[in-house]
């Protein structure tokens, strides 16, 4: 591993226990050692994401599986993280000290300084910020992995295309709005009242605010439905597209589908035994992946939209505000 001096400890939020956000404390750490294929990142920006909250919660209990059984196996969360890179692995060719990247932590980014694959990471552009940076790496990728899933790939000519994009002011809804009518869909966004102007703003033609209209009377005519909350039951959505129209059920949490495992399961055996056209899909980060989300911040065909910026020793309301599913946009933590 190549170093220059670097601190021995570093300051980062920290859990011992599964609970709700309160769980999180500040607290001194030794320096993350990355593997040999691995860097070492100063954070400049942190987002959080759904998924943290997964593994501060221990729930769904799927994720005890490689978060740790009773308690956590590592201290520190978050996936998202931009910064600079301090130190890098015997093995990584691509990256040297001094590049601004961009991606997915290894070791939680919660903290000052974070690991991270060298292969999931990507070059934040000059003219992009690190706040900006962190906030698109998970959820702008999943916006693009799902549009992708969905049928329309990127550079996909979508005019005459209706998406519907349930969550539209959330991290990934407020993306896939952005993605969809840069590619020329007529695009209806779902959100409450206090978002329907910002979901406006993002591009949407149309936007339903739940709390005051059921989405099940929304015409059967949209060719894509990207459901972001899961409150809405797939076989309603289902009645909802066209003859060709695919649902995306994209969400961790409880609904009338049942938590996240049940609704993978019933979307792959309705999909199978009752050809209903339901798509699921995984996001993983990749270099090449984060470069193509790069490049959109760069032109500006994507701006993520923030919900708040604080700092690393208010991690825990960060936190808590991610878990409270009412986050317009993305939450990031500067350390
Ligand atoms: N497939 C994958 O690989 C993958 C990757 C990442 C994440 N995910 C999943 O994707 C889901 C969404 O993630 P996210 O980061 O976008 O979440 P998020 O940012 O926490 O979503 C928050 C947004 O959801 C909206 N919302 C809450 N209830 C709603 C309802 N009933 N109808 C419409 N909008 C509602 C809120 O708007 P209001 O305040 O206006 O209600 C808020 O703006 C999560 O469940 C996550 O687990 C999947």
């Known amino acids: 591993m190549t170093t220059r001096t670097l601190p021995t400890t570093m300051k980062a939020i920290v859990q011992t ?19 040999p294929d691995h860097v070492l990142i100063r954070v400049e920006a942190a987002a959080l ?15 005890r599986l490689d978060g740790g059984l009773r308690r956590p196996k590592s201290s520190v969360r978050g996936h998202d993280v931009a910064g600079e890179v301090v130190a890098v692995g015997d093995r990584v060719q691509h990256w040297r000290r001094g590049d601004r990247v ?33 906030a698109s790496a998970m959820a702008a990728l999943a916006a693009r992995d799902g549009l992708d899933a969905a049928g329309m790939p990127a550079g996909t000519d979508a005019s005459g295309m209706r998406v519907l994009v ?27 009242t206090r978002n329907v102007d910002t979901v406006r703003a993002l591009g949407a033609d149309a936007v339903l605010d739940y709390t005051r209209e059921a989405v099940t009377d929304l015409p059967a005519w949209f060719d894509v439905i990207f459901d972001n909350v899961g409150a809405v039951p797939m076989e309603s959505l289902h009645a909802l597209t066209t003859p060709t129209g695919v649902v995306l059920p994209n969400s961790g ?17 309705r999909r199978l035994l009752l050809r209903r056209r339901y798509r699921g899909f995984v996001s993983t980060p990749s270099t090449a992946k984060l470069e193509a989300i790069a490049r959109l911040l760069a032109d500006g065909a994507v701006t993520p939209l923030i919900d708040e ?27």
Not at 51 to 58: E, M, N, Q, S, W
């Open 17 to 35: 226990r599964y609970g709700e956000a309160d769980v999180l404390t500040s607290a001194s750490l030794p320096l993350p050692a990355p593997e």
């Open 253 to 269: 949490l409880d609904g009338p589908d049942g938590g996240a495992l049940m609704r993978v399961v019933r979307t792959h055996a």
């Open 309 to 335: 910026v604080l700092p690393l020793a208010r991690g825990s309301e960060a936190m808590a505000r991610v878990a409270s599913g009412h986050a317009r946009g993305k939450v990031v933590v500067t350390p």
């Open 102 to 134: 961009f991606g997915e932590a290894a070791s939680g980014s919660l903290a000052e300084y974070a690991t991270a694959a060298a292969d999931r990471i990507a070059r934040i552009p000059a003219s992009v910020g690190a706040v900006d940076a962190a």
């Open 166 to 192: 349930i969550g539209a002011s959330g991290g990934i809804g407020s993306f896939a709005v952005q993605m969809a009518k840069s590619a020329g869909a007529h695009v209806t966004g779902v959100c409450s």
């Open 49 to 63: 994401n759904p998924a943290d909250v997964f593994y501060v919660r221990g729930v769904p209990r799927m994720v």
